[in-house]
T-cell receptor, first 113, second 113 residues
Framework: DGGITQSPKYLFRKEGQNVTLSCEQN?????MYWYRQDPGQGLRLIYY???????QKGDIAEGYSVSREKKESFPLTVTSAQKNPTAFYLC????????????FGPGTRLTVL | GENVEQHPSTLSVQEGDSAVIKCTYS??????FPWYKQELGKRPQLIID?????GEKKDQRIAVTLNKTAKHFSLHITETQPEDSAVYFC????????????FGAGTRLFVKA
């Protein structure tokens, strides 16, 4: 399955709670990405990281935070500041060349109750 | 900001017919154009890609064309089969800017048997 995993597969959260989504890859990729997917919509970039200890905001970073302490891991925290967090979250990673394929994880479906 | 527009949003064809999905990108620095297929509840998976120095690429029943002048690129699926039913995303990426990949909104393809 491409060496990139996400956990959990399904996550339920109460309003006002922070929650962290896990993303791990064993592909030795430098770049990692987080996307949000809403029903019937495309993939919107939340955060991305080109290298360990560095990350950049994407198009919809408000209410989210990330860390990149290890090359293999890029966890995403959905904070209580995110107004509408219910969505399907996809993590991806990519090797160094601009033309390398971006591999996606299986996704985490987050539901706020 | 960078943008990728994709049409149509929904496409229904008879088995055996051809399907064409069209995309337009805004960033003239884009030089890599992948296409992803996403089945329901699954991760997006790369099906074909094209670089900016190539006008057309074919892989069995799938082909992609690129018109850099017009900033258009298209996916062509011939002899469609029911298993081609899925959501297809076009995307564009530049070599700069952290290799951000900008995705279209997706096309839901239905192939009727």
């Amino acid at each position: 399955d491409g060496g990139i995993t996400q956990s959990p597969k399904y996550l339920f959260r109460k309003e006002g709670q922070n929650v962290t989504l896990s993303c791990e890859q064993n592909l030795n990729h430098d770049a990692m990405y987080w996307y949000r997917q809403d029903p019937g919509q495309g993939l919107r970039l939340i955060y991305y990281s080109q290298i360990v200890n560095d990350f950049q905001k994407g198009d919809i970073a408000e209410g989210y935070s990330v860390s990149r302490e290890k090359k293999e891991s890029f966890p995403l925290t959905v904070t209580s500041a995110q107004k509408n967090p219910t969505a399907f979250y996809l993590c991806a990673s990519k090797g160094g060349s601009a033309y390398n394929e971006q591999f996606f994880g299986p996704g985490t479906r987050l539901t706020v109750l | 900001g960078e943008n990728v527009e994709q049409h149509p949003s929904t496409l229904s064809v008879q088995e055996g017919d051809s399907a064409v999905i069209k995309c337009t990108y805004s960033d003239s620095a884009s030089n890599y154009f992948p296409w992803y297929k996403q089945e329901l509840g699954k991760r997006p998976q790369l099906i074909i890609d094209i670089r900016s120095n190539v006008g057309e690429k074919k892989d069995q029943r799938i082909a992609v064309t690129l018109n850099k002048t017009a900033k258009h690129f298209s996916l062509h699926i011939t002899e469609t089969q029911p298993e081609d039913s899925a959501v297809y995303f076009c995307a564009a990426r530049a070599s700069t800017g952290g290799f951000k990949t900008i995705f279209g909104a997706g096309t839901r393809l239905f192939v009727k048997a």
